[in-house]
């Protein structure tokens, strides 16, 4: 019985507390440029810790 009742749960309801990205969130998420930068970002800071550890 309840296998029917959580057919119809929809994804972004309030009772998940899930957030929806924007339409500004969207491009940023497809956008190339944004998506290196970030990785760089993040090396440089895998970088500095493992740095700090030797």
């Keep these: 019985m309840a296998l029917k009742e959580e057919r119809h749960i929809k ?7 899930t ?3 924007g339409s ?3 491009k940023l ?3 190339v440029i944004f998506q290196f930068i970030r990785f760089l970002v993040i090396n440089i800071k895998m ?3 493992v740095g700090k550890s030797h």
């Design 29 to 31: 998420r497809t956008c």
């Design 47 to 49: 970088l500095i810790v």
């Design 11 to 17: 994804a972004y309801t309030q009772n998940y507390g």
């Design 24 to 26: 500004f969130q969207k």
């Design 19 to 21: 957030m929806t990205p």
